[in-house]
């Protein structure tokens, strides 16, 4: 699949597969150069990023070979096109000061476009452009509300619906067709406007990589190949519920609550494993990666009370210090921290409240350290099954780096070289597929080494860019991209300024986490304040109830994970990656496939009691609640609380255990 350019009129093309990706001509050009001037902000990993460019330049066609093509300006050199042995396009400036490149791809009427990693807010990108620098993607992310608006005012931490944890610089079209941007600096996908598809690439040169399939399938599976394919997930973690508890050793006895009500158990996490601090915004952790006798006295001998139980314990780790620490000087000691730009003191970074030195990973004894000293010794050797490796989004971009690289560049692969670190650390101890660690940051190449994303600080609530709703698009549009297995915290994390969880919010997670791979609860920031799965009998049995749904569809899920391996396909689908011929689909984001033959339609917005689906395709779905087959197309169908809308392919070969949800839901 190697592309190829060709002269037209007053211009040229490339074609990869037989499709049109590139026309050049005078009136319509495919380049632009020009020279930057970035401003960077950052407040406790929200960023300002603006830029003021200069002496832009829209070049004209001088030379076209089948594999190169020159662009002239004033009638001189400008920038080069070139296809490299791979297939890859190499676009570059002439003159290194022209730092921004914009390019724009063929868009054909009505062409949808999906990708961009994990996008909270839009599944489907048409209309809108995301810039692609991974951060803390704000509280709110509404510009109309007044919570965004008050988080901006403090910290400019309120967001906007292109803010993600994990962005990446690919994107999908409707034509079975795929651009990834290679490159790690900042860059937007903009598709504003329908005549194009444009990226805006801070860098002089920029290699843009294409793939082609007959359909979505074919596509997604490329894109796994080439981002790399994530370990099968342990039985024990799909066979039953993750209870998250941060109450100290009380979280022990807490647990034999969930027991006692029938809930199926596959772990017990507790992130504050190692030490809490009290903060403005709630209830924070110690960073430093050791337990807390304190707050955990005999955790090895309780984690291996537990594992006798058939249950696991899981902790917290991520890629910083605090400066109150036991292991910072250590670390200091031997170089392991980032430095300050102009000093060899570490650059410590505010986290709110409390500072942290920032972990080199771009140093291969950092990374060895941390990977054994702190996450093999301190937590894998005591017993712990998994964690979650949070954060990865904050590295700035004023401070040095052992490698020399520039932190612009290094910033939005920080999450990968953090996956590579927790990936390493479970290598080494033979645990890969056994343990399990989960992150919310990414970058393109996370895929090779994350086993399991989670959806990141969803607010408690129902609103559309930062509530419930985000959890699905967020994993339909990551496992677009090649991240087969996504989940959330069940209950929601971020409680601020009196936005507190509800009963209903609660049912209705439950409702929606029992069919992602893992289920697991979070106490959320302020777990003080805010209603948790043991506050009432209720709650907690209907956290039981769902929780044995998850267990009872471990043999399905067994089967996507096996797909997943064999195939790259995540188990949440859009819609329309089985049924790529109906355009109606490809919008969809408040419904999705579990696997190809499970529907799930989860109620998401406040207060409802039915909600409108699409059945596709052209044979009847089944719907698990009364066993009646339902003809395919639009319907509005009721979706009480305790039965959310799920329908199943009565010709599939788990068919009888989707029949018997109903019995185990009780």
Not at 470 to 499: E, F, K, M, P, R
């Amino acid at each position: 699949m190697i592309p190829q350019f060709s002269i037209i009129e007053d211009g040229f093309e490339l074609h990869v597969a037989g499709r049109l990706m590139l026309r050049h001509s005078r009136s319509c050009p495919t380049l632009t150069v020009a020279r930057g001037q970035a401003d960077v902000t950052m407040v406790r990993g929200n960023f300002r990023i603006t830029d003021t460019p200069s002496g832009q330049i829209t070049p004209i066609v001088a030379l076209v070979e089948p594999d190169r093509v020159e662009l002239l300006a004033d009638g001189k050199p400008c920038a080069l096109l070139s296809i490299e042995s791979d297939g890859a396009l190499l676009v570059e400036a002439v003159d290194p000061a022209y730092d921004r490149l914009w390019l724009r791809f063929h868009a054909e009427p009505r062409e949808a476009v999906w990708g961009g990693g994990e996008q909270m807010s839009y599944l489907a990108l048409n209309g809108r452009a995301f810039p692609i620098w991974t951060s803390e993607p704000g509280v709110g992310r509404d510009k109309s509300t007044a919570l965004t608006r008050r988080m901006d005012e403090d910290g400019m931490a309120g967001g906007d619906y292109w803010n993600s944890n994990y962005p990446q610089p690919t994107f999908l079209t409707s034509r079975w067709i795929a651009v990834h941007l290679a490159e790690s600096c900042y860059s937007v996908l903009d598709f504003t406007d329908p005549a194009h598809h444009q990226v805006e690439v801070w860098r002089h040169a920029a290699r843009f990589e294409f793939f082609a399939a007959d359909g979505p399938q074919g596509l997604v599976t490329a894109l796994s190949d080439r981002f790399g394919r994530q370990p099968p997930l342990p039985d024990w973690a799909i066979g039953g519920a993750i209870v998250g508890l941060k109450d100290g050793i009380t979280s022990f006895e807490r647990l034999e609550r969930y027991l006692e009500a029938g809930t199926a158990v596959a772990g017990l996490w507790c992130e504050d494993w190692a030490g809490v601090r009290e903060t403005s915004f709630g209830r924070r952790l110690f960073w430093d990666w050791r337990r807390s006798d304190a707050r955990y006295p005999d955790l090895p001998d309780r984690i291996a009370a537990l594992a006798a139980r058939g249950i696991r314990f899981l902790a917290y780790a991520n890629p910083y210090l605090a400066v109150d620490g036991s292991f910072y000087a250590e670390a200091a000691a031997a170089g392991h921290f980032a430095r300050c730009p102009d000093s060899d003191a570490p650059y410590l970074v505010d986290f709110g409240e409390f500072d942290c030195g920032v972990l080199d990973f771009t140093r291969a004894e950092t990374r060895d350290w941390f990977a054994e000293r702190l996450l093999g010794q301190e937590m894998l050797d005591i017993g712990v099954a998994g964690w979650m490796a949070d954060f990865g989004e904050y590295l700035p971009t004023d401070l040095r780096l052992a490698d020399g690289s520039d932190p612009m560049e290094a910033h939005n692969l920080w999450p990968v070289l953090w996956a590579q670190v927790n990936a390493a650390a479970l290598a080494k101890r033979g645990r890969t597929g056994d343990a399990l660690f989960f992150m919310r940051a990414g970058f393109s190449g996370v895929q090779g080494h994350c086993p399991l994303l989670w959806a990141g600080d969803q607010s408690v609530d129902f609103t559309r860019h930062d509530g419930i709703g985000t959890v699905i698009t967020g994993a339909l549009s990551s496992g677009l991209v090649g991240n087969a297995y996504s989940h959330s915290d069940c209950g929601g994390y971020t409680s601020l300024h009196g936005n507190v969880r509800t009963i209903e919010l609660m049912q209705r997670w439950c409702e929606l986490a029992a069919f992602a791979p893992v289920m697991r609860s979070h106490e959320g920031n302020r777990p003080d304040d805010n209603l948790q799965y043991d506050s009432t009998p209720e709650l907690l049995a209907c956290f039981a109830r769902w929780s044995r749904v998850h267990a009872h569809l471990a043999p399905y899920v067994r089967h996507l994970v096996g797909e997943a391996v064999a195939t790259g396909l995540p188990a949440q689908r859009p819609l329309f990656l089985h049924y790529p011929g109906d355009p109606a689909l490809w919008p969809v984001q408040d419904a999705f496939l579990y696997g190809a033959d499970l529907l799930v339609a989860p109620a998401i917005e406040e207060g409802a009691t039915r909600r409108a689906l699409i059945l596709p395709g052209d044979a009847p779905w089944r719907d698990v609640w009364t066993g009646e087959d339902v003809a395919p197309g639009s319907h509005e169908v009721p979706a009480p609380i305790g039965r959310p809308p799920l329908f199943y392919r009565p010709d599939s070969h788990f068919a009888v255990l989707f029949a018997m949800i109903p019995e185990v839901a009780g």
